[in-house]
């Protein structure tokens, strides 16, 4: 079985801070994304990779950077944390597009 | 981008009765994927749809994809309380085989 696991299910940060969300994927995949998740809004992708060290924009990613430097990990860093960024973060895996993604259970984060 | 609309935004149900989510695009998909969330939980793929008018079944999930693949549907015979949770369709995005657009999502409820 494929298995994502992300570093945190909850965090709680003040404004201002620097935040990194970590993900890792076992099962070798080529393509990793980061989501996150608002009531009414639904899932929308922050940044997406497709190979170490690639990284592409998503819908929405400004406030967030990414970093990919080892195929089963991908970051997701909030430079300075702002309440609006409260949200469910999800990360995901493929292993080639468009397949299936799994995802890992989420970060629940709070900007306070 | 892609946008991908699905409606209803909720249905609640008594078990044992049907339940029915419809996603619809205004463009030609190349494939639409579902995926379900159960509450407190992270999105789990269920099923991927390519071919005109495809029908596929997993037990008592029906998944169809249109003659025009332009909507699909997710139909759920005589429902259990297992089923509850948030149903979403996904399709490809921006002419871009990475990202997937997910539609904002059915919430099923089941009252036993």
């Known amino acids: 079985d494929v298995k994502v696991t992300q570093s945190s299910r909850y965090l709680v940060k003040r404004t201002g801070e620097k935040v990194f ?49 080892k195929k089963e990990r991908f970051s997701l860093i909030l430079e300075s944390a702002s309440t609006n960024q409260t949200s469910m973060y999800l990360c995901a895996s493929s292993l080639r597009a468009p397949q299936t993604q799994y995802f890992g259970p989420g970060t629940r984060l709070l900007v306070l | 981008g892609q946008q991908v609309m699905q409606i209803p935004q909720y249905q609640h149900v008594q078990e044992g009765e049907d339940f029915t989510t ?3 695009s205004s463009t030609t998909l190349s494939n639409i994927q579902w995926y379900k969330q159960r509450p407190g939980g992270h999105p789990v793929f269920l099923i991927q749809l390519v071919k005109s008018g495809e029908v596929k079944k997993q037990k008592r999930l029906t998944f169809q994809f249109g003659e025009a693949k332009k909507n699909s549907s997710l139909h759920i015979t005589a429902t259990q309380t297992t089923d509850v949770g948030t149903y979403f369709c996904a399709v490809n995005s921006g002419g871009s085989n990475y990202k997937l657009t997910f539609g904002k999502g059915t919430l099923l409820t089941v009252n036993p």
């Not at chain 1, 393509?31 to 819908?59: A, C, T």
């Open chain 1, 21 to 69: 969300l970590e993900c890792v994927q076992d099962m070798d995949h080529e393509n990793m994304f980061w989501y996150r998740q608002d009531p009414g809004l639904g899932l929308r992708l922050i940044y997406f990779s497709y190979d170490v060290k690639m990284k592409e924009k998503g819908d929405i990613p400004e406030g967030y950077s990414v970093s990919r430097e």
């Open chain 2, 22 to 24: 419809y996603c619809n």
